[in-house]
């Protein structure tokens, strides 16, 4: 069992940047990918980001690709979204999540993932 609690979301104007966190309970292994996945308006989620935990290879949603980067401190058993040039269609609930033997044709589909956070939201007024 993993237990996973995202923070740092909040309200930012258009353009502005911010960072999330995501700390889990206890070490996950490198069979572990860590994602984040966001739920907006339109109350579908959308897969963000999502970092291998061997060997850290990071995959990025098409509409986030160049704006945001994912990142992890193994030692803190952490993992980070820093946010950049922040648009109000980024706008959403952001949960983390994880899961184990994921293949890569998998990362992006939330259904795989086994364990997820309670969401912390970015607001990005115009």
């Known amino acids: 069992q993993v237990q996973l609690v995202e923070s740092g979301g909040g309200l930012v104007q258009a353009g502005g940047s911010l960072r999330l966190s995501c700390a889990a309970s206890r070490r996950t292994d490198s069979r572990y990918a860590m994602a984040w996945f966001r739920q907006g308006s339109a109350n579908e989620r959308e897969f963000v980001a999502t970092?291998?935990?061997?060997?850290?290879?990071?995959y990025y949603g098409d509409s986030v690709k160049g704006r945001f980067t994912i990142s992890r401190d193994s030692a803190a058993n952490t993992v980070y979204l820093q946010m950049d040039s922040l648009k109000p269609e980024d706008t959403a609930l952001y949960f983390c999540?994880?899961?184990?033997?994921?293949?890569?044709?998998?990362?992006?589909?939330?259904?795989?993932?086994?364990?997820w956070g309670q969401g912390t939201q970015v607001t990005v007024s115009s």
């Open positions: 970092i291998a935990w061997n060997g850290g290879r990071t």
């Open positions: 999540a994880a899961g184990s033997n994921l293949i890569l044709s998998s990362l992006r589909d939330w259904r795989r993932y086994l364990y």
